[in-house]
T-cell receptor
Framework: EAGVAQSPRYKIIEKRQSVAFWCNPI?????LYWYQQILGQGPKLLIQ????????DSQLPKDRFSAERLKGVDSTLKIQPAKLEDSAVYLC??????????????FGSGTQLSVL | SQQGEEDPQALSIQEGENATMNCSYK?????LQWYRQNSGRGLVHLIL?????REKHSGRLRVTLDTSKKSSSLLITASRAADTASYFC??????????????FGQGTTLQVKP
């Protein structure tokens, strides 16, 4: 089966600019996650969708980050305006259902963001 | 928030040796998962162990789970240079009302020298 697709692979912007990331999950996967991974750390969950609804966005900085999942399939994550501390790899993952139901996650290759 | 903590942070061994990584977590879980991440890549699922299981095997991987101690270990036997990567444990939040999110620890960086 095709994997999780993410684009772009790399992005360099200046602080206060905006940026958007795109994710296409595995077909049929109901759950979609966006994680932020700062160099040397583990992935931190930003937002989790179940179909096209948000089930957890408790760690999403809502003053600057937004995300949507169109028709329960593709998803975009936006940062506006970006700060230096947003420099990280943004990982998209999907699973057939919630991890609590013993489902494993499939990850994309990530988007490496550098904010200068 | 609930989080897995891996130990050690870094591990360097010779090819052919075994590598053991430990993970501790804070609250009850439905399952614990281990993932591998090669440099510059996304994470790859290795193995999932349910809260009612004590041990699980997959090829050269052996995972144990002790829910009374809230800890797990990942053993890689007969390591190869290709096993060089970062390894993360991840836990869901147990209970029926949780959102099913998966929380990752900080990871163990494994280097296997040829």
């Amino acid at each position: 089966e095709a994997g999780v697709a993410q684009s772009p692979r790399y992005k360099i912007i200046e602080k206060r600019q905006s940026v958007a990331f795109w994710c296409n999950p595995i077909s049929g996967h109901a759950t979609l996650y966006w994680y932020q991974q700062i160099l040397g750390q583990g992935p931190k969950l930003l937002i989790q969708f179940q179909n096209n609804g948000v089930v957890d966005d408790s760690q999403l900085p809502k003053d600057r980050f937004s995300a949507e999942r169109l028709k329960g399939v593709d998803s975009t994550l936006k940062i506006q305006p970006a700060k230096l501390e947003d420099s990280a790899v943004y990982l998209c993952a999907s699973s057939r259902d919630r991890a609590t139901l013993n489902e494993k996650l499939f990850f994309g290759s990530g988007t490496q963001l550098s904010v200068l | 928030s609930q989080q897995g903590e891996e130990d050690p942070q870094a591990l360097s061994i010779q090819e052919g040796e075994n590598a053991t990584m430990n993970c501790s977590y804070k609250t009850s879980i439905n399952n614990l998962q281990w993932y591998r991440q090669n440099s510059g890549r996304g994470l790859v699922h290795l193995i999932l162990i349910r809260s009612n299981e004590r041990e699980k095997h997959s090829g050269r991987l052996r995972v144990t789970l002790d829910t009374s101690k809230k800890s797990s270990s990942l053993l890689i036997t007969a390591s190869r240079a290709a096993d060089t990567a970062s390894y993360f444990c991840a836990t869901d939040a147990g209970g029926s009302s949780n959102t099913g999110k998966l929380i990752f620890g900080q990871g163990t960086t494994l280097q296997v020298k040829p």
